[in-house]
């Protein structure tokens, strides 16, 4: 009988750490993550802001953000991007700055919880972050 109880309690305890360990993976794979880096503008206040979503670039290749018809997004500070990218559900989750050639260069991790988006919604907010080489392929297709 000790071992019956033995054996239920081992398997009753094992399977809360399972269930905990799976709640644990589904909470962590409901972001997307997405760094914005401002810069300043040469002989202007206006900020120009870059995306950083993970997405393929090449050396050089202009990856600011762009409107629907894929006009470049000009911000007024990085307070203006990160209220434009929060307005799209993205959350802040930390800023720091990086000086460059006497240049600061601000980076701003945000974040977006994805648990709540239709498969629709989804690729409507990777599409915001297509580079100029993607927009011109997509017209071409």
């Known amino acids: 009988m000790k071992r019956f109880i ?19 993976i589904k909470n962590r ?5 997405c760094e914005i880096l401002g810069t300043q503008k040469l002989l202007s206040n ?21 409107d629907e ?3 470049v997004i000009i911000f007024n ?3 203006d991007a990160m209220n434009w990218m929060g307005g799209q559900g993205w959350e802040f989750i930390q ?14 991790l945000l974040k977006l919880d994805i648990k709540y ?4 919604e989804l690729s409507e907010v990777k599409a915001m972050f297509k580079t100029k080489r993607n927009i011109a392929k ?3 297709e």
Do not use: C
């Not at 033995?6 to 644990?24: D, K």
């Not at 870059?50 to 762009?66: H, I, K, M, S, Y």
């Not at 700055?97 to 701003?108: C, D, F, K, L």
């Not at 988006?117 to 629709?120: A, K, M, V």
């Open 6 to 24: 033995l054996f239920a309690l081992i398997v009753f305890i094992s399977h809360n750490l399972f269930s905990q360990e799976n709640n644990q």
């Open 29 to 33: 794979d409901s972001y997307i993550y």
């Open 46 to 66: 206006k900020v120009a802001v870059t995306v950083d979503f993970g997405q393929n670039t090449r050396f050089g290749e202009d990856t600011r953000l762009r």
């Open 69 to 71: 018809t894929g006009k």
């Open 77 to 79: 500070s990085m307070v």
């Open 95 to 108: 800023a720091y700055v990086v000086t460059s050639q006497n240049q600061n260069v601000y980076h701003w």
């Open 117 to 120: 988006l239709s498969p629709e």
């Open 138 to 140: 997509d017209v071409a």
